[in-house]
């Protein structure tokens, strides 16, 4: 079962069921198109993770890390299903980045690999928006990485269960596939990543983990259209605007 966090046509939040064309909550049924989908979750932070796929390592001619490189990015950057972003204007390079998200269930602090699952709630899609220009001079990536919605995320939370351990992600502009991957090729698992993030600090319920882009991050220009397909969960869908 997909769960989805939604506005329904009053105005209120919801958190109800997905169902492709419609949704669900308690007794009443929404079509999609009358209802506005929120990000699945409402983190405190999100967690990123850099360079977790070798072949990305190597479109950045950067060395792959011994341990998780992690960065955060702060909840102004989250966007939803369906939304328009607006993008920084006046920079040479804002890339697209398919990533795999898993979102926290519990309170988790100092948790082992071994035990890292029975601290997920699920798995989304999320678009690690990363503007170049800024990252490539900066240290801590604050503009490169943290700026207005730069991690559209969603549609849906698919529980753990309903993602395959070789899930396929999928990155597509203007119907063009840009990224392609599996699950397989992530450098540290998400069980070693819960454990390396939380001996540093707690995640709290609904907070993010973003594992890392594989290769074929490209610039986007205005007007472009994204599609993320995660196998499991289904397809996060949103446009860009760059003033």
Same mark, same amino acid.
């Given at each position: 079962m997909h769960r989805v966090r939604f506005q329904d046509p009053a105005g209120s939040t919801r958190d109800g069921t997905w169902h492709g064309d419609h949704v669900t909550f308690g007794d009443q049924t929404y079509d999609i198109n009358t209802v506005s989908i929120l990000p699945p979750s409402n983190p405190t932070k999100i967690v990123c993770v850099g360079l977790n796929y070798a /072949?990305?390592?190597?479109?950045? @001619?950067? #060395?792959?890390? /011994?341990? $998780? +490189?992690?960065? *955060?990015?702060?909840? @102004?950057?989250?966007? %939803?299903? %369906?939304? &328009?972003? &607006?993008?920084?204007? @006046?920079?040479?390079?804002? #890339?697209?980045e398919a990533e795999l998200a898993v979102i926290i269930g519990t309170q988790a602090r100092n948790v082992s690999a071994d035990d890292a699952m029975e601290y997920v709630a699920g798995f989304t899609c999320l678009n690690d928006l990363s503007n170049r220009d800024d990252q490539d001079r900066e240290q801590n990536w604050v503009r490169g990485k943290g700026f207005d919605n730069a991690a559209p995320m969603g549609p849906v939370l698919a529980t753990p269960d309903e993602? $395959?351990? =070789?899930?396929?992600?999928? *990155?597509r502009v203007n119907g063009e596939i840009r990224q392609s991957s599996t699950r397989t090729e992530l450098i540290f698992s998400i069980p070693e990543l819960i454990e390396e993030i939380t001996t540093y600090m707690t995640l709290?319920?609904?907070?993010?983990?973003?594992?890392?882009?594989?290769? %074929?991050?490209?610039? +986007?220009? =205005?007007?472009?259209?994204?599609?993320?397909?995660?196998?499991?969960?289904?397809?996060?869908?949103?446009?860009?605007?760059?003033?």
């Amino acid at each position: 079962m997909h769960r989805v966090r939604f506005q329904d046509p009053a105005g209120s939040t919801r958190d109800g069921t997905w169902h492709g064309d419609h949704v669900t909550f308690g007794d009443q049924t929404y079509d999609i198109n009358t209802v506005s989908i929120l990000p699945p979750s409402n983190p405190t932070k999100i967690v990123c993770v850099g360079l977790n796929y070798a /072949d990305h390592a190597k479109e950045r @001619n950067k #060395d792959i890390p /011994d341990r $998780p +490189l992690l960065f *955060l990015k702060p909840p @102004n950057t989250l966007a %939803g299903h %369906g939304d &328009t972003v &607006t993008l920084p204007a @006046n920079k040479d390079r804002i #890339d697209h980045e398919a990533e795999l998200a898993v979102i926290i269930g519990t309170q988790a602090r100092n948790v082992s690999a071994d035990d890292a699952m029975e601290y997920v709630a699920g798995f989304t899609c999320l678009n690690d928006l990363s503007n170049r220009d800024d990252q490539d001079r900066e240290q801590n990536w604050v503009r490169g990485k943290g700026f207005d919605n730069a991690a559209p995320m969603g549609p849906v939370l698919a529980t753990p269960d309903e993602v $395959p351990d =070789d899930a396929t992600v999928e *990155l597509r502009v203007n119907g063009e596939i840009r990224q392609s991957s599996t699950r397989t090729e992530l450098i540290f698992s998400i069980p070693e990543l819960i454990e390396e993030i939380t001996t540093y600090m707690t995640l709290e319920p609904g907070d993010v983990i973003s594992t890392g882009t594989t290769s %074929g991050v490209a610039a +986007l220009v =205005d007007g472009d259209h994204i599609d993320i397909t995660i196998e499991g969960i289904g397809t996060l869908t949103h446009d860009v605007r760059i003033p």
